[in-house]
């Protein structure tokens, strides 16, 4: 059952409310710190057959070493336009230079409208030493890896290097190059130097194999991806600017969906993208790391959607007359009929080509287990299709659409989030809080548990986030939200918590501060809000107010009519002593508290304002 905040007679207008009602079978008081999700059945499609797994041994000791003997090396002096080198293994013709065996190979000089090609033996390892370069092709790849077993890119200590393309890619042979360091092996860069790629007509650099990154300095300018990798994509230790025309990191695999993943441990990352910042197919975790991420030209450049525009909704099979209005119906009552006030004004269908413009990305599971990101995002700051898993670190995000959103389930296990602007907060068919601090600041819902999978965002912008299995937001009640601690402060212009579904709160401290206008409450669920330990204190609007359906520690709701926001609300016992102290920034018409110290069955005194009244915890 739903308890709802009706109209009495005193000042302060106590609720009237259902009995108590049990929680939702997959719901259970939890605390600690989990990593599954075995109480929620997973509901996404489009990543069941993705199988990938990040192994324990990613990066191998060669990865990391950065050394090399002069004296037992090839070294190359690039002429402008030819080169010399004493080694037969390298073949020069012109400007064009041909490593056909192992070895470890240094490069110096200039080498204008050139090609480094290595096209050694399929079992061979060779390492390029890059030492003060500067190599240019007019009409392909600086650097092409055509057959080896793995090529090592080397950053001489001290060295800056400059590897371009002219502004177009022609074809050389049956394998289509778009890159200014293009690979069909695998392919690792290491060192203590400088290197930067510019690629005005495609990839900056692209690994037909495994791309791996363990130190050096990179800053990457290119029309399409910046690093793009079709096994996987590791990196660590490595400082990292990109400003790409596509995605910034981008990782791939079409045909076989145990690969395309992304794994970064540390480092420092500086990518603007208008497409993706970060993008896998399949998988990120990342371990650690400094993060700055601006897609799309930002949230300002987001789709604006708020609740704001609540009138528009009163249409014929949209909500009906809320708070007593000139369409009819009781405070709080659901709407009537069909989902017709909810229509998709600004279909995700006439997006379908538009370029993806989210900061991190991932059709499986995210992971974070700790890292600095600032991520301002014209659509979600992270998203993933299936899973999202916070374990630790600092996010400080703006976005035009969701901050964070997954398809299945959020698991906020630590670390902080502060969100400054978005549509929505968290959004997730489940979504469970169990530490950390949470600050959300929404257009929209602060956390929304939708009725189903989430059409926002794919291919752009969002689609009015189009929930449920009609293709309309109302209609599906079987997600879930659990905050079971940590510290979660909501201010929302739409619903502060809206569950499709049930609600159980059993620790930590909720606050949440909504409007007074619209279709919106302080909690909006189908099912059930239960609250069994914790704070929370809510205020809002009456319109369609609810307050929780089952409480096992005292509970106050009351309407307090329409207050302004920096109102103080300030709640004391029988003896005068003061239990709790709040100002809402926003405007409000409702207060809901609850907390251990409030006892059931005892009398309290609410001043709001300059309104006084007793009420009596339920």
Known sequence: MKRKIVLLVAVLLLLTGCGK????????????????????????????????????????????????????????????????????????DGSTITIIDEGTYILRGNLDD???????????????????????????????????????????????????????????????????????????????????????????VVSKDSLIITSGTYVISSSS???????????????????????????????????????????????????DGISAATVIEINGGTYSIITGGGSVNGEKQSSENWGDFMQPGGRGGMGGGPMGGAPGDKPMGGTGG?????????????????GIKASGDITFNGGTFVVDSADDAIHSNSCITVNGGEFTVATGDDAVHADDTLIFNSGKLDVSTSYEGLEA?????????????????????????????????????????????????????????????????????????????????TIVCGPTQGDTATLDYDISAEITGGTFIGTGSSMMAQTFSSASQGLISVSVGNQNGGTKIELTDSNGNIVLQHTPELSFAVVILTMPEIISGESYTLNVGTVTGNVTAE
């Open 225 to 275: 991806h910046g690093l793009c990798g079709k096994d996987e994509i590791c990196i660590a230790n490595a400082d990292v600017t990109i400003n790409a025309g596509k995605d910034g990191i981008h990782a791939e695999n079409n045909d076989d969906l145990s690969l395309g993943y992304i794994y970064i441990e540390s480092g420092i990352y500086d990518i603007t993208s208008e497409g």
């Open 342 to 358: 909810f229509s998709d004004v600004n279909s995700s269908d006439s997006n379908e080509n538009s370029t993806s413009i989210k």
């Open 114 to 204: 050139g090609m480094i090609i290595v096209n050694a033996e399929k079992d061979d390892k060779t390492q390029l030493v890059l030492d003060g370069v500067v190599i240019n092709s007019d009409t392909s790849a600086p650097l092409y890896i055509l057959q080896a077993d793995k090529v090592f890119v080397t950053l001489a200590p001290n060295s800056t290097n400059y590897l371009s393309n002219g502004g177009e890619f022609v074809s050389i042979d049956e394998n289509n190059i778009d890159a200014a360091i293009f690979s069909k092996e695998d392919l690792t860069f290491n060192g203590e130097g400088h290197l930067e790629i510019t690629s005005p007509a495609g990839h900056g």
């Open 21 to 92: 009602t049990q929680s939702a079978d997959n719901h259970e008081q939890v605390s600690g710190i989990v990593n599954d999700t075995d109480n929620a059945e997973s509901s996404v499609e489009n990543s069941e057959s993705i199988t990938a797994e990040i192994p324990s041994d990613i990066f191998s000791d060669r990865d990391f070493d950065v050394g090399y003997n002069e004296d037992e090396s090839a070294v190359i002096l690039l002429q402008d336009t030819t080169a010399e080198c004493a080694s037969d293994a390298a073949k020069i």
């Open 429 to 509: 068919l489940h979504i469970f809080v169990y530490d950390g601090e949470i600050t959300l600041v929404t257009t929209d819902d602060g956390l929304n548990a939708a009725g189903g999978t989430d059409n926002s965002g794919f291919g752009g912008f969002r689609g009015n986030d189009m929930f449920g299995g009609n293709g309309g937001r109302v209609g599906s009640s079987e997600g879930s939200i659990t905050i079971a601690g940590g510290i979660l402060n909501i201010t929302a212009s739409g619903d502060g918590i809206d569950a499709n579904g049930t609600l159980l709160i059993s620790g930590g401290k």
